[in-house]
C-alpha cells in the first residue's frame, strides 16, 4: 500500500500561476523526494529534503517539510506548459537499510496555456 | 551518466506465459531497485540488490516473480505464469549513496500487458 497521500489528486491551473501540492506520510524518514513523471521523459528527481532541513529551493522549485506534522508541500512558481505532469513524493524511511522509496499516489498537474 | 535502461519497453503476452525484463543501471551505481506501477498510482517497490546480492523483497513479489543481478551489473526481473493482474508498468532505479546522493535514477519502464 501507498505510504504517502498526496493532495490534491489533480490540480488545473493558468499558466504563470503557482502550484502548490502537498504530501503526508505516515513514519519517521531519512529525507523525503518529489519525482515528476510525464510521459515523455518517465519518471525524474526534482528535489530532495533531509529530515533535518525545513525548507530547501530549486529553480523554480520550493519545498517544505514539517516533520512534527509529517508532511511536505511542493510549491512551483511561475508555472508553465511544460510543468504539465504527475508530481509524486518519496519517503524513504529512517531504519529502513535498503533505502527504497515508497511513494504517494501522486497529484496531476495541468498547466493551461 | 548514460541513464538507465530497460528492455523491452513493451511486452504483450497472454496469460500463463513467463516474461524476462533487464534493467541496465547507471554503469558507476551499485543499488538497484525494481518497482511496479499501475495507472493512476504511484510505484511499488518490488525489490533491491546492493551490487549482486538481493537484500530486501516486497510481500507484494509473489514465488512467480524472481529477480536477479548476477555480477553487479546489470538486472532481469522474471515473472513466471504470468497472470492478469501482472499488467502494469515496471520501472527499474538505480542510486550511489557516495558523496551523500541519495536520490534515484529510474529508466522508461517496461510496460507488461497480460491477455
Known amino acids: 500500500s501507498q505510504q504517502g497521500e498526496e493532495d490534491p489528486q489533480a490540480l488545473s491551473i493558468q499558466e504563470g500561476e503557482n502550484a502548490t501540492m502537498n504530501c503526508s506520510y505516515k513514519t519517521s524518514i531519512n529525507n523525503l523526494q518529489w519525482y515528476r513523471q510525464n510521459s515523455g521523459r518517465g519518471l525524474v528527481h526534482l528535489i530532495l529534503i533531509r529530515s533535518n532541513e525545513r525548507e530547501k529551493h530549486s529553480g523554480r522549485l520550493r519545498v517544505t517539510l514539517d516533520t512534527s506534522k509529517k508532511s511536505s508541500s511542493l510549491l512551483i512558481t511561475a508555472s508553465r506548459a511544460a510543468d504539465t505532469a504527475s508530481y509524486f513524493c518519496?519517503?524513504?524511511?529512517?531504519?529502513?537499510?535498503?533505502?527504497?522509496?515508497?511513494f504517494g499516489s501522486g497529484t496531476r498537474l495541468l498547466v493551461r496555456p | 551518466d548514460t541513464g538507465v535502461s530497460q528492455n523491452p519497453r513493451h511486452k504483450i503476452t497472454k496469460r500463463g506465459q513467463n516474461v524476462t525484463f533487464r534493467c541496465d543501471p547507471i554503469?558507476?551505481?551499485?543499488?538497484l531497485y525494481w518497482y511496479r506501477q499501475t495507472l493512476g498510482q504511484g510505484p511499488e517497490f518490488l525489490t533491491y540488490f546492493q551490487n549482486e546480492a538481493q537484500l530486501e523483497k516486497s510481500r507484494l513479489l509473489s514465488d512467480r516473480f524472481s529477480a536477479e543481478r548476477p555480477k553487479g551489473s546489470f538486472s532481469t526481473l522474471e515473472i513466471q505464469r504470468t497472470e492478469q493482474g501482472d499488467s502494469a508498468m515496471y520501472l527499474c532505479a538505480s542510486s550511489s549513496r557516495d558523496r551523500g546522493r541519495y536520490e534515484q535514477y529510474f529508466g522508461p519502464g517496461t510496460r507488461l500487458t497480460v491477455t
Open positions: 518519496a519517503t524513504e524511511f529512517r531504519m529502513d537499510s535498503s533505502y527504497k522509496l515508497i
Open positions: 554503469s558507476e551505481h551499485n543499488r
